[in-house]
T-cell receptor, first 114, second 114 residues
Framework: DAGVIQSPRHEVTEMGQEVTLRCKPI?????LFWYRQTMMRGLELLIY????????DSGMPEDRFSAKMPNASFSTLKIQPSEPRDSAVYFC????????????FGPGTRLLVL | KNQVEQSPQSLIILEGKNCTLQ??????????LRWYKQDTGRGPVSLTI?????NTKSNGRYTATLDADTKQSSLHITASQLSDSASYIC?????????????FGKGTHLIIQP
């Protein structure tokens, strides 16, 4: 298996633009997680899905952020409109067993909002 | 408030030496504790997961310990190698044991010098 795949790997955009991050989880995993990592705040869980259904989105910072999982092999995290403080590395991870077991992280998307 | 504190923030040691990283938490109720290794520019990779009943778990040269009474965990690295240079993140899972109630430490940045 290729592991968790994220695209793009790097994204530079201007404030106010829409940003869409993409994730393909490991086949067979029924949990998918979106994280954000910054130097100041470390790693933060934004939202997670089970069987394509959002379970907990309490970590999503505000209404500008939205996430979808239309099928078991694809998820998106959208920021609209983007702001400079959204600059961070966004990780997608997948796992099984309700996240009790190992979560496998993707390589991350490094987002810079100017 | 649930918190995970890691120490030291950063550490530099010579190749071949041993080191111990600390993680103290206030998460309650406690379900499990995970240690992740994160190489620069990459996603975290799971090293160990320990539940309440486990007080030690090894993964090669990495040995994690857990004292659920004092709410402390340590990650011991034996005979360090240059490839051990990374950030090490402690994550504690609260009620339910899954993604609900995950609390992240900010990590220890370890540098191994030749």
């Amino acid at each position: 298996d290729a592991g968790v795949i994220q695209s793009p790997r790097h994204e530079v955009t201007e404030m106010g633009q829409e940003v869409t991050l993409r994730c393909k989880p490991i086949s067979g995993h029924d949990y998918l997680f979106w994280y954000r990592q910054t130097m100041m705040r470390g790693l933060e869980l934004l939202i997670y899905f089970n069987n394509n259904v959002p379970i907990d989105d309490s970590g999503m910072p505000e209404d500008r952020f939205s996430a979808k999982m239309p099928n078991a092999s694809f998820s998106t995290l959208k920021i609209q409109p983007s702001e400079p403080r959204d600059s961070a590395v966004y990780f997608c991870a997948s796992g099984d067993g309700r996240g009790r077991e190992t979560q496998y992280f993707g390589p991350g998307t490094r987002l810079l909002v100017l | 408030k649930n918190q995970v504190e890691q120490s030291p923030q950063s550490l530099i040691i010579l190749e071949g030496k041993n080191c111990t990283l600390q993680c103290n938490y206030t998460v309650s109720p406690f379900s499990n504790l995970r240690w992740y290794k994160q190489d620069t520019g990459r996603g975290p990779v799971s090293l160990t997961i320990m539940t309440f009943s486990e007080n030690t778990k090894s993964n090669g040269r990495y040995t994690a310990t857990l004292d659920a009474d004092t709410k402390q965990s340590s990650l011991h690295i034996t005979a360090s190698q240059l490839s051990d240079s990374a950030s090490y993140i402690c994550v504690v899972s609260g009620s339910g044991g899954g993604a609900d109630g995950l609390t992240f430490g900010k990590g220890t940045h370890l540098i191994i010098q030749p």
